[in-house]
């Protein structure tokens, strides 16, 4: 029979124990950053982590939101170049009245449209079928493509990323009309390059805008790029993960491909991202705070660009597809956005701003050069950056993960006495009121010096200091 009272060793080697777990539990949610305002980085950039849009309509869907997409300052902004464009209505004559409004659209918001080519005249391509991916007349292509390039530079549009193809690896379960092969991918892609270039020598050219990044397709691309001197600017791919190292995994993944060729030396894209949207995080609080550490993933891997898709989520109508897509592409696209809930857009279907919205406008205030940051905890992440125009001090901290963690944060080397501002993401509320999305605290006067500052960031909370 044991023991029933616990003898002094193991009852002091409980104690430890207990003292231990303790001790690791707190030190798990508290945490420590440290921002230095004088020791610059060089330059963020957050105006590269832009947007996209497209694929769904003819119409210019956010044209009602161009204010709002100013004040988040996208640097670019991907569209679809769809068949229902209708670019070559009739041998030798070509129609660009109609995507003339979303390429408008886009550049009124400050922006610049990256154009996806993934139109398929029936001219050119006269079955509608997902596997038959080049025109019959490559001739009549080039100068279509021609044509297209030379009147948006024509119109100084100041477009100069031209994408090849959306999601080649997957066609119409992409919600585009192509399913590629590598070797024909290739041969589609020198053709459509060469005829941008000589229409715009000055445009910057790429893709292959992969559903999944280990496709065959990148690595056809790069050799044939790297053997036969073809221009690539820039490679492309998606992920719709809810991992963000899952997102980092695929930067790193990319760059080891794009070692491989160092004559090449190309810009990476990551032009279509967002969470698991099949299977949704239900907490509304994950999506904002994913998009910031998604970026942060994003900044540490060395990324060029990504475009977050989407702004605003659209019902398709069918009728546009019908000559496109085959009856179950069709079906697919149908349901997916006319039947299944969706979360991707910063605006809803109704057009109501999402949580997320509000997340890209306070990375929007992170312009000029980094700050160093340090952080202590592997779920506090954030950024730093000093605004000379605005002569604005930003910081933007959260804390990626379902438990709280009491914050303990130190301003170091402030160059002169400042105005602190704090504001606190609310996620969960039902006001899209800026002022209670974004909640503001009483500003607070900071000596020249050191501050420490301490407070509690809530699961996949957001918080925000400016100090003038």
Not at 362 to 375: C, E, N, T
Not at 401 to 411: A, G
Request: proline letters at 8%.
């Amino acid at each position: 029979m044991l023991n029933a009272v616990p003898n002094k060793a193991a009852l002091a080697l409980l104690t430890a124990l207990v003292c231990s777990t303790t001790a690791i539990l707190a030190q798990d949610r508290t945490g420590n950053v440290t921002v230095n305002l004088t020791n610059r980085l060089g330059p963020l950039h957050i105006d590269h982590m832009a947007l996209g849009q497209g694929g769904l309509s003819d119409q210019p869907m956010f044209a009602d939101r161009v204010a709002e997409l100013r004040a988040l300052n996208p640097r670019l902004i991907r569209l679809f170049l769809q068949e229902f464009f209708n670019l070559l209505p009739e041998r030798d004559r070509y129609q660009f009245d109609t995507l003339d409004r979303c390429v408008d659209t886009i550049v009124a918001t400050g922006a610049r449209p990256l154009m996806c080519i993934c139109f398929k005249p029936p001219l050119l391509f006269p079955s509608l079928d997902q596997d038959l991916v080049e025109p019959n007349d490559y001739d009549a292509w080039e100068k279509l493509v021609y044509e297209l390039v030379r009147h948006y530079r024509q119109r100084g549009s100041e477009i100069h990323y031209w994408e090849i193809a959306n999601e080649p690896d997957i066609g119409e379960d992409g919600g585009c009309p192509y399913r590629f092969k590598p070797a024909n991918y290739v041969r589609y892609y020198q053709h459509t390059v060469e005829a941008i270039l000589r229409a715009d020598p000055e445009a910057r050219v790429g893709g292959p805008a992969l559903a999944y990044y280990r496709s065959p397709i990148l690595p056809a691309l790069l050799n044939a790029c790297d053997t036969n001197k073809i221009p690539l600017h820039f490679v492309s791919w998606h992920i719709y993960n809810s991992s963000p190292k899952a997102v980092h995994d695929t930067i790193e993944a990319v760059k080891t491909l794009l070692r491989q060729h160092p004559s090449l030396q190309p810009e990476t894209i990551l032009d279509e991202w967002n969470m698991d949207l099949t299977n949704p995080p239900a907490d509304r609080r994950f999506q904002p705070c994913f998009i910031n550490e998604v970026i942060y993933q994003m900044k540490e891997g060395g990324l060029t660009w990504s475009c977050y898709y989407h702004i605003r989520d659209w019902h398709v109508d069918p009728a546009l597809y019908t000559n496109i897509m085959s009856p179950s592409g069709l079906a697919f696209m149908t349901r997916w956005w006319n039947r299944m809930p969706q979360f991707d857009g910063l605006f809803d279907f109704q057009n109501t701003p999402r949580p997320s919205y509000f997340a890209f406008k306070l990375l929007a205030r992170l312009a000029g050069d980094r700050l160093a940051l340090v952080s202590t905890h592997p779920a506090i992440h954030g950024f730093a950056a000093y605004d000379d125009r605005l002569r604005l001090y930003n910081i933007l901290l959260w804390n990626f993960s379902d438990k709280p963690i009491q914050l303990d944060l130190t301003l170091s080397a402030l160059p002169k006495n400042l105005r602190m501002r704090h504001l606190v993401f609310d996620a969960q509320t039902a006001n899209n009121d800026e002022n209670l999305r974004l909640r503001p605290a009483p500003p607070i006067p900071l000596k020249k010096g050191e501050h420490h500052l301490t407070t509690q960031l809530e699961p996949y909370g957001i918080q925000f200091w400016s100090l003038e």
